[in-house]
């Protein structure tokens, strides 16, 4: 049974003359356990692949399935406990008057745990922050800071299925190693699948099992990480991404 | 080479309850009509050395600096209203976070056409024209569309280069770019990062490129400042960054993965306090 089934999915904003079609017919499948990545086209609909997902943008057609359950269009609060997101930018997606302890209580609450101060202070250490970091605002931080917050407040609910937008571009690489692992321990050790949208080919590369490449809202190819690895695409625009990351 | 920029013992320092946190301490560099890359790990003090430049460090924090020398003048000198006329005119910035520098609700066509009218006698219609080839040469493909549309409505990467070709319009003697292309593809960064190269080239602008990617500032700088804990541990020659001494250089450049060699693990930073105690390396020249 597959983890996420994405089948003839169009998603698209705004109204006739207006309107923006994102996405346009993407079909793909992501087995249990698996890390699936999406690379392609700055704009060519990878984060709105992802966010018709969560339910953030509401105008889609086709079919989504969790686990073997069609994704309805208003999303239920048990959905976010299987299905956690983190968003490209870590600026916008933390409420700049919240500190640190706020974001992750308040999410351990709305899921309703119990033991909520062991567990932010257990978070703060899987993400590498550590207690120091538990008052402050998001001002007071750092990019890569804001984005470890914003990971520890997606793996507070213990979810199955981590959407995953570009999680470590604003980190620098000593860090976005320390996530990475982080990322490849916790789907060891909890089965996790991911979905991640990274531009980093390598990141991809050291991630991922199977990856899909987007161009202009199109899936245009999928491919596995061994054909990555040693640059074979059949596909023009994958052999163009291969050739512009040498 | 010429020196367009002189930054002598540069500090910020943030005060508060627990004591005073120093984000930038005691760095010292020039710039001149060059490229010279800035990198180092998360929270070692790069974006806050490019806006104390600018005197952009928000309350309560403190700039301090025997010296931040403009052409041969302090800007530590001047009051805040010259100081607006040499953010944007003379030295630009594009900030870490794009889409908090647009505002939200105005269409990127209004914030552009502002822009580049501010800085040129043009009516709106060639003003008009004059932002869709500035959107075109960052190779936005619809520029029509993206003029009409809200900062909220672009995507990651086109918001990136919506802000670098705003900041390039004033004609600016130093571009200070922090991290402008980590949200872009590899094609698309490429032509981004032609457009600076050109500037850079033609018209003699300094460009301070803040990045954490080492071997995209390898490949493109010419010189580069190590930043770890708000001081410069190692100043390099770009080419020459692969070869660099400094255990924590080397730490960052063993952490990236790579293609041609899969390992289960990242090699992560085995951190030694005695880097922090070590005065900051000047990047003088
Ligand atoms: N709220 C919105 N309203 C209108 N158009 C939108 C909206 N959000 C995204 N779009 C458009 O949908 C297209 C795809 O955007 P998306 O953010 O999915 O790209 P992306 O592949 O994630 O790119 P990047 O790598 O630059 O982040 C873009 O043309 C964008 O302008
Ligand atoms: N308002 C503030 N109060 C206290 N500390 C702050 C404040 N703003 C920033 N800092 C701290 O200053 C340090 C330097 O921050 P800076 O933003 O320059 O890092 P950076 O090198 O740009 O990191 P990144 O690669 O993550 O963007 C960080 O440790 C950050 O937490
Ligand atoms: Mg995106
Ligand atoms: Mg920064």
Redesign the interface.
Known sequence: MSMLNVKNLNVW?GKRQ?R?DAVRDATFEVARGESFGL?????SGK??ILRAITGLAPNWSGQLSIDGNPVPQKRPKAFYKQVQMVF??P??SLHPRHSVDQVLGETLQLHGFRDIDNRVVKLLDDVGLGQKFRFRYP??L????RQRVAIARALAPEPELLLLD?PT??????????I??LL?DLRADRNLTYLMVS?D???V??MCDRLAVMKSGEVVDILSVAA??SMEASHPYTR??FE??L | METLLDVENLWVKFPSRQGVFDAVRGVSFTLGRERLGIVGESGSGKSMTGRAILRLIRKPGIVEADHIKLDGVDLLTKTEKEMRAVRGQRISMVMQDPKFSLNPVMTIGSQIIEAYRLHNSASKADAYRKSLEMLEAVSINDPERVMRAYPHEMSGGMGQRIMIAMMLIPNPEILIADEPTSALDVSVQRQVLDIMDKLVKERGMGLIFISHDLNLVADFCDRVLIMYAGRVVEVCEADKLHDAKHPYTRGLLNSLPRLDQPSKRLEVLQRDPEWSQTPSVSGRI
């Open positions: 904003f207006q923006v690379v392609g086209e700055s704009g984060s709105t490209q930018d600026y916008a001002h007071q750092s990019g890569g800071q570009e571009s604003a980190l620098d690489v000593s860090v976005q190693a320390e990475l692992n490849t531009h080919l390598s990141v590369g050291h990555l690895r163009q991404l512009a990351s």
